[in-house]
């Protein structure tokens, strides 16, 4: 039996679930991931879970925040006070919006979650959506080139 190693490229599908039961990712056999094993694209354990896998053989494994989408940061949950954007875009609790932050003296656009609008007040969460989650994954290893 074969198993990838290092700098190998592997095919596979799989489906990712919060606790919740909640799938956030689906990768079906029809349309696999091709990546290669080494390369950071995928965090560190679902990587040390391939390398012991054989092809068409499932495996399900749970990853913590800190290897997910990082903790949730409370100091990215901020209040903005901005009449014009709730007159233009009438924020409500669950869009996601697009604002412009400063990053070391750049200015960039980033996601952010409404969390609620007070007046002129909006609550926003920078925190990816998945940032705090446990993520488990169902991984089936289709092919190793």
């Known amino acids: 039996m074969t198993h ?5 490229t592997v095919s596979l599908a799989f489906l990712g679930k919060l606790d919740n ?5 689906s ?3 029809k349309e696999p991931l091709q990546t290669q094993i080494g ?4 965090p560190p354990t679902v990587e040390d879970t391939l390398i012991q896998m054989t092809v068409g053989e499932v495996r399900k494994i749970r990853i913590p925040p800190e290897e997910g989408f990082g903790p949730r940061q409370k100091v990215l ?9 709730v007159d233009t875009l009438q924020p409500k609790p669950g869009m ?3 604002l412009k932050v400063d990053k070391e003296g750049v200015e960039e656009k980033v996601p952010a979650t409404v969390i609620s609008v007070e007046g002129s007040q909006v609550t ?3 925190n990816h959506p998945l940032a705090g989650h446990h993520l488990t994954y169902e ?7």
């Not at 390369?39 to 995928?42: A, F, K, R, V």
């Not at 949950?77 to 954007?85: A, E, K, P």
């Open 4 to 8: 990838p190693k290092k700098n190998d």
């Open 21 to 25: 039961g909640d799938i956030f990712i």
């Open 27 to 29: 990768v079906e056999e």
């Open 39 to 42: 390369n950071s694209d995928l």
């Open 77 to 85: 949950v901020q209040t903005i006070d901005n009449q014009s954007m």
């Open 96 to 98: 996601i919006l697009s």
């Open 124 to 126: 926003v969460d920078y």
């Open 139 to 145: 991984l089936k290893l289709l092919a190793i080139q």
